[in-house]
């Protein structure tokens, strides 16, 4: 059984940075792909960005320049420093793992960008 579990997010004013965590438990393959989607009211789910075990990186356009995903192998944890921070960024983000066929998802922590 797979778990992941995210931290960090919160509410901040437009041009700030939060950073989220995600911690993932279980049986880990050594090769898989982790990343951050988001989901904002009413909208689907889109992607953020992921990257590989290897340390390819991908990023949506709309965040490209303001966020940065990182991982720690060794502790199976994924980071997403973000920056600059806009009101459209306002949504619940979620954790992802892919590794071979199967997909698991965090249960979510919500940002919020605001005045």
């Known amino acids: 059984q797979v778990q992941l579990v995210e931290s960090g997010g919160g509410l901040v004013q437009p041009g700030g940075s939060l950073r989220l965590s995600c911690e993932a438990s279980?049986?880990?393959?050594?090769?898989?792909?982790m990343g951050w989607y988001r989901q904002a009211p009413g909208k689907q789910r889109e992607l953020v960005a992921t990257?590989?075990?290897?340390?390819?990186?991908n990023y949506a356009d709309s965040v490209k320049g303001r966020f940065t995903i990182s991982r720690d192998n060794g502790k199976n944890t994924v980071y997403l420093q973000m920056n600059i921070l806009k009101p459209e960024d306002t949504a619940v983000y979620y954790c992802?793992?892919?590794?071979?066929?199967?997909?698991?998802w965090g249960q979510g922590t919500q940002v919020t960008v605001s005045s």
């Open positions: 990257i590989t075990s290897g340390g390819s990186t």
């Open positions: 279980g049986s880990i393959f050594s090769i898989n792909t």
């Open positions: 992802n793992l892919k590794m071979v066929m199967l997909n698991y």
